[in-house]
């Protein structure tokens, strides 16, 4: 972190939750003469600094709560650099948290960490660095959206490092991993969006994170994040999948679906009861009585007012990954006393109660590794599940049956990384309207499996492969590839690329160009990015050949594509497809004057200076270009699956 700053003697530098002091020890080490701010709140870790720098004379000690130190809310003093690791996780009192509400109405004033980033963002001066290390949940969370919008815009994210919490002894929260983020402070709107943050994932070893070739980096632009849904960074999905979520001529599940979360008791012990012991921890709560179970359907009355009857115990949703049908196994006092009791209680949160006994699909709070959905009907659902309750009922089993395909899992993970399923996550992904065919096949499927888990078989795999594979072929197919062609591809600036990358754009040229299949050896991945282009008849015989060494675009050229992650080429011979992989070494802005002298030297193209690899597929196999019919951008990982 400190290797991440420029230090420089003359810097005034604050530590703003000091601890013990071990980034203060650092910096002396860079930076000896720099002034050092350092803010701490426990009296008795103020007490250890001040004895430990009583002799360094450029070091200020205050103990103060930095969040409502007033020179820090009111930007009184600023600073060069800012470096910390601020606290995360920590419970705030009532009082205090009525004052945060006030300095920061913005912003999510329940998790600190965040609440620090904007705080001492803020107090930097301009061209100011801050680097920070905190969980990174601030990147994609839907209630972390005000400050992500506030970085993006008033700052330029040099980097973000992402790595597991378990690489420090003693730390490993569930719930997130951990980012390092170094970013510089920046009054320049234009040059902030237009700025490209570095991301580095996949590190083995702590040590890793000081080694640049270690890893891997790809790049992402601040205007994209800015402009995309929630303005989320969704690095861990691919291109197409972000393309899809953030395509606005798409519908979303929150266009046709209402999303809401369930009933909570107030007083589950004395309300809620299992069917038996068999239950998962139903050793806390009392068995309900067969007898006291109500079978029937509610009258309208009964939904609202209560069962005047004994059998007044209504069965309910509850959390837990199970596909399309969830037995009954749990239930809820429905009785008129309940009810009155219900809403009398403070903590009792009878939420969405228009919902409560209609057909809908219950998809459970917190997620495994998939998403999943089950039927509702004629049951309540409590609040670890969101209900989708379709506003044409007649969709339901439709949607039951994406929400449990694998394509469904994959955007929600795009969408929120984290295993919390709140409403607003699933109100966002993609609704992509199916042909009637496409409908009536998966109602078809849908209803046969339903039918088979009800007559208590659970062979269901052969029908869920035939579900992920139409829903796959409906969201990444090249139906939808035509949609968001049409709206979405735009000509990209070849002097703005040139401004930005004098030199080169990517360099790949110290990468192997010996792999052994299908470049999954050594040193390569398939999950690198792959650039498909059509080649023109009067370039064609170098390619058949496979010597070519360098590709020329036309003069337009797509300003989706992210020309900096690009690592392979595919050339596209018309009428054949696709057959051999390059690499390529490096993508430039040049002229089509260097390779025929006759043309026009202020001719801008984009030049990719390419090596021959191996024949990836033993002939040539067809494949659509999407963009312009022209260019595909893919990964490799995907190629190969789509080709099979």
């Known amino acids: 972190m400190t290797d991440m700053l420029n230090l420089q003697p003359q810097d005034s530098i604050l530590e703003p939750c000091g601890g013990d002091g ?11 003469f720099s002034n050092i701010s350092i803010y701490e709140l426990n009296p008795k870790a103020v007490e250890l600094l001040r004895e430990k720098y009583k002799q360094q004379s450029n070091i200020y000690i205050k103990e103060t709560d930095t969040l409502i130190d007033k020179e820090i809310t009111t930007c009184s003093h600023l600073f060069d650099k800012i470096i910390g690791n601020p606290p995360y996780g920590a419970r705030i009192d009532e009082e205090k948290k009525a004052l945060l509400h006030r300095l920061y109405s913005d912003l999510y004033i329940k998790e600190s960490y965040t609440l620090f980033l904007y705080a001492c963002t803020r107090c930097l001066r301009e061209n100011g660095e801050l680097s920070f290390i905190i969980p990174d949940t601030f990147l994609s969370l839907h209630r972390h959206i005000a400050i992500r919008k506030y970085l993006l815009t008033n700052t330029k994210i040099r980097e973000l490092a992402l790595f597991p919490s378990s690489f420090f002894p003693g730390v490993n929260f569930g719930y997130a991993n951990l980012c390092i983020i170094t ?15 570095t991301i580095r994932t996949g590190f083995n070893f702590i040590e890793d994170l000081g080694n640049r070739s270690k890893g891997i980096t790809r790049f992402v632009s601040q205007k994209a994040v800015y402009e995309g849904v929630g303005a989320a960074f969704m690095f861990n999905s691919t291109k197409q999948l972000t393309r899809l979520i953030n395509n606005k001529t798409l519908l979303k599940i929150g266009n046709i679906a209402s999303c809401v979360t369930g009933f909570y008791s107030g007083n589950d012990k004395k309300y809620l009861h299992p069917l038996d012991e068999s239950s998962k921890n139903a050793k806390k709560y009392i068995c309900v009585k067969k007898e006291d179970i109500r079978y029937t359907a509610l009258t309208e009355m009964e939904k609202t007012r209560g069962i005047e009857t004994h059998q007044c115990f209504v069965p309910i949703v509850k959390g837990g990954n199970v596909r399309y049908v969830k037995p009954d196994r749990w239930f809820m006092d429905w009785s008129v006393q309940a009810l009155m009791e219900y809403h009398n209680s403070k903590k009792c949160r009878f939420q969405n109660s228009g919902y409560y006994f209609k057909k809908g699909i219950g998809i459970p709070m917190i997620r495994s590794s998939s998403l999943t959905g089950a039927l509702i009907e004629e049951r309540l659902f409590d609040q670890s599940i969101v209900g989708v309750f379709p506003n044409d009922e007649t969709w339901t089993n439709y949607l039951l049956g994406f929400f449990n395909s694998a394509i469904c899992s994959e955007l929600i993970n795009t969408i929120n990384p984290s295993t919390n399923n709140s409403a607003n996550y699933i109100k966002k992904i993609p609704f992509i309207q199916p042909s009637k065919n496409v409908r009536i096949r998966v109602e078809s499927i849908v209803e046969r499996i339903i039918s088979t888990i009800e007559q208590g078989k659970f062979d ?6 035939e579900l992920d594979e139409i829903f796959y072929d409906l969201y990444m197919g090249n139906n939808n590839d035509v949609k968001t062609e049409r709206l979405q591809y ?10 930005q990358f004098p030199s080169s754009i990517v360099d790949n040229s110290v990468a192997s160009e010996s792999f052994s299949n299908y470049g999954l050896s050594e040193g390569t991945r398939n999950t690198n990015n792959v650039l498909i282009c059509n080649v023109k008849s009067d370039n064609i015989e170098q390619f058949l050949s496979q010597s070519a060494k360098i590709y020329y675009t036309g003069k337009k050229f797509p300003s989706t594509v992210e020309l900096n992650c690009l690592f392979y080429f595919m050339p596209y011979i018309k009428g054949k497809g696709v057959r051999d992989l390059y690499l390529i070494k490096k993508a430039r802005v040049g002229t089509r004057k260097e390779g025929q002298p006759e043309n026009n030297p202020n001719d801008l193209r984009l030049v990719f200076e390419i090596g021959f690899i191996k024949q990836l597929f033993d002939d040539y196999k067809p494949i659509r270009l999407r963009i312009w019919r022209t260019y595909t951008d893919t990964t490799l990982s995907q190629l190969i699956s789509t080709m099979g």
Do not use: A, M, R
């Not at 269901?460 to 492969?465: G, P």
């Open 22 to 32: 071990v980034f203060v020890d650092k910096i002396l080490e860079k930076s000896s």
């Open 183 to 197: 970013l510089v402070k920046s009054s320049d709107l234009h040059e902030n969006l237009y700025n490209n943050i």
């Open 460 to 465: 269901i795999e052969i029908d869920q492969k």
């Open 490 to 499: 735009k000509q990209l600036d070849f002097l703005d690329i040139l401004q």
